[in-house]
């Protein structure tokens, strides 16, 4: 079995700034790519942001030059640097990751999600 665990959200003004962090853990025998959704109130989930096994990294067009998001392989964490945070950028943040384990080809992971409410 995998889990994701994630933590860091919860309320912030706008133009200030939080770190979501997700670490996976289990039978893991590889981790490719990791990424972060956002589930807003009334809206679909959407990419926010993931990174390869390579670390190269893609954004949502809203995020771009205010969140970064990172990975520590040999802890199998991924992160995400968010800054100059705006209300819109309220939802629940799910963290995602594909990964082999020592039973079973690779899987779609999920975390349990986390808060993040930016206050206007």
């Known amino acids: 079995q995998v889990q994701l665990v994630e933590s860091g959200g919860g309320l912030v003004q706008a133009g200030g700034s939080l770190r979501l962090s997700c670490a996976a853990s289990?039978?893991?025998?590889?981790?490719?790519?990791m990424a972060w959704y956002r589930r807003a109130p009334g809206k679909q989930r959407e990419l926010v942001a993931v990174?390869?096994?390579?670390?190269?990294?893609s954004y949502l067009d809203s995020v771009k030059g205010r969140f970064t998001i990172s990975r520590d392989n040999a802890k199998n964490t991924v992160f995400l640097q968010m800054n100059s945070l705006k209300p819109e950028d309220t939802a629940v943040y799910y963290c995602?990751?594909?990964?082999?384990?020592?039973?079973?080809?690779?899987?779609?992971?999920w975390g349990q999600g986390t808060q993040v409410t930016v206050s206007s």
């Open positions: 995602n990751a594909l990964i082999a384990t020592v039973f079973h080809d690779q899987d779609n992971y």
């Open positions: 289990g039978a893991i025998r590889s981790i490719n790519a």
């Open positions: 990174i390869t096994s390579g670390s190269d990294t």
